[in-house]
Nanobody, 124 residues
């Protein structure tokens, strides 16, 4: 059974930093995909950053240059380093994961497994 547990959220002032962690258990896929998503009140959930077993990473335009996604395989933990935080980064942040599938030469990730979320609040 896959479990994802996020931590590291909190309240910071604009310009500050936070590092989110996502501890994964029951998840040992050699072909994996993991990502961070966020949802602010009244808004749709959006992808923030993703990483897969091929070493590929993606970032939302709004966080490029400020956020960094990484994974520690020895600890089976996903991280999101968030620097230069802005009030518009305020949201509940979720970790998600799955097996990385290939179809027609393209890699896809259904993100079946989700954590419970950790709140990030950035004040101006």
């Amino acid at each position: 059974q896959v479990q994802l547990v996020e931590s590291g959220g909190g309240s910071v002032q604009s310009g500050g930093s936070l590092r989110l962690s996502c501890a994964a258990s029951g998840y040992t896929y050699s072909n994996y995909c993991m990502g961070w998503f966020r949802q602010a009140p009244g808004k749709e959930r959006e992808g923030v950053a993703t990483i897969d077993s091929e070493g590929s990473t993606t970032y939302a335009d709004s966080v490029k240059g400020r956020f960094t996604i990484s994974r520690d395989h020895s600890k089976n933990t996903l991280y999101l380093q968030m620097n230069s935080l802005k009030p518009e980064d305020t949201a509940m942040y979720y970790c998600a994961a799955d097996f990385l599938y290939y179809s027609g030469g393209h890699a896809t990730c259904p993100y079946t497994y989700w954590g419970q979320g950790t709140q990030v609040t950035v004040s101006s």
